[in-house]
């Protein structure tokens, strides 16, 4: 078990120079615990779908180079700052991607993903929080490290663990960007829920996450046979397909209604999609929307409908710490289940060298429960 003396001089990390060159595995200085930090291990990294589309540039997310990127984790504490009253070295924890401005949580980013909007959140990027999960070690900031009940989650069922692996537990972070927007607009025991994209990474664990809470779904989606997998999953899942008809995919919604809530977790590409409005003409009076996709620009909205039906439409970035702990508790307390529970697998694990192919299965198993991890 790690400890800080016994932390190695130089840990391997990968890391990005320019995006025109690749990414490199480099030899670094293991980050040392301070003050308001830990140093975490990492076991298993979050690799999304369109991690390759943001590391070439695809996908304009500024970052200040060079930098090591990376997702939310699943670690263990390796050495710890004077300042931590609850974490001690070995302890496996969750690390959380979201890092907030500590004199200012309105300030937020995405450590090794994207810098955020603000000078504030690019200061915090540029000239601390900076390098994230693909390497050995990272200096995590104390508010970002969540500790784990490991002998509940990886223990034995016959001894009362619920057996799951490490890699079951990174699904977490799947399930938790769903869950900030969830929350937001407060999803009830026994309201319908529309899930649209329903079929990609975040969209299914939408779904598995509505269900565990008590909801009944409506998922909707381009592609037919990912939604028929989706509805042999579950009596409580039906089905609609897009089919560019406003009209016709409103009416076919409504057959599941009364809908309570519209989830919107739109990539870039579907910025001119229907559903988004035929989503909104669909729900019932009173109803809510989540707005939570990758839609960077402007898209047109149903005004009248909107308030004529005293509809409220919600923004969420990401969630709250308070959503953390929440859905942690879900987990170890059996309501929200991983793995082979809720049909979530891992299709691939790669180390930092193998970072291509990591990047290439996680663009290739994007549907129901399929996840991608880096194991540094
Ligand atoms: N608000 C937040 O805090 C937050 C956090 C994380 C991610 N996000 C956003 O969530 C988005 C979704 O992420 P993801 O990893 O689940 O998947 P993704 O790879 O970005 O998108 C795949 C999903 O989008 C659908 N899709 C693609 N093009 C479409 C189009 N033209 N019309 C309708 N649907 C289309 C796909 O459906 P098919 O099966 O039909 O191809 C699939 O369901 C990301 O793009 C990201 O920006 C937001």
Redesign the pocket.
Same mark, same amino acid.
Do not use: D, E
């Given at each position: 078990m790690a400890s800080e003396s016994s932390l190695p001089p130089t840990h391997r990390a990968l890391v990005l120079r320019s995006l025109d060159s690749p990414l490199k595995v480099e030899s670094l200085a293991t980050p040392k615990a301070t003050s308001g930090n830990v140093v975490v291990q990492v076991l298993a990294a979050n690799v %999304?779908? &369109?991690g390759r589309e943001i590391l070439d540039g695809t +996908?304009p997310y500024p970052y200040p180079k060079p930098y090591t990127p990376g997702g939310s984790a699943i670690g263990r504490i390796a050495a710890v700052g004077p300042d931590s009253t609850v974490f001690t070295p070995g302890q496996l924890v969750l690390v959380d991607v979201m890092v907030r401005a500590r004199d200012d949580t309105s300030i937020s980013y995405l450590i090794g993903i994207h810098n955020g909007f603000s000078n504030g959140s690019v200061k915090l990027a540029t000239d601390e929080w900076r390098d994230a999960t693909y390497a050995e070690y990272e200096k995590v900031p104390l508010e970002n490290c969540y500790a784990l009940d490991e002998a509940r989650l990886l223990g034995d069922p016959a001894s009362g663990g619920l057996g799951y692996s490490v890699d079951d537990l990174l699904y977490i972070h799947r399930l938790l960007?769903p869950f900030? #927007?969830f929350r937001d607009v407060d999803l009830k025991v026994g309201e319908t829920i529309l899930i649209? @994209? $329903?079929? #990609? @990474? &975040? #969209?299914? $664990?939408a779904v598995s996450l509505a269900l565990a809470l008590g909801a009944n779904v409506v998922a909707m #989606? +381009?592609?037919a046979q990912?939604l028929e997998k989706l509805a042999a999953t579950s009596d409580k899942i039906k089905t609609v397909q897009?089919t560019g008809d406003v009209e016709n995919d409103t009416s076919a919604i409504k057959k599941f209604g009364p809908i309570d809530v519209f989830f919107d977790? /739109? @990539?870039?590409? $579907?910025? /001119?999609?229907t559903?988004i409005k035929s989503g909104i003409l669909s729900l019932a009076h009173s109803g809510r929307v989540s %707005?939570?996709?990758?839609?960077a620009g402007d898209i047109s909205i149903p005004y009248g409908a909107i308030m004529f039906n005293d509809l409220k439409l919600h923004? *969420?970035?990401? &969630?709250e710490r308070k959503d953390i702990r929440m859905l942690i508790k879900m987990v170890e307390s059996g309501v929200m289940g991983l793995g082979q529970k809720i049909g979530a697998r891992v299709e691939g694990k790669f180390g930092l060298e193998e970072w291509d192919q990591a990047f290439t299965a996680a *663009?290739e198993n $994007?549907?129901p429960g399929q996840y991608v991890v880096i194991a540094p």
């Open positions: %999304l779908s &369109y +996908r960007v900030g #927007g649209c @994209p $329903a079929t #990609g @990474p &975040y #969209g299914t $664990a #989606g +381009r592609n990912v897009i977790i /739109s @990539p870039p590409m $579907a910025a /001119s999609s559903h %707005l939570m996709g990758g839609i923004g *969420k970035f990401m &969630y *663009k $994007a549907g």
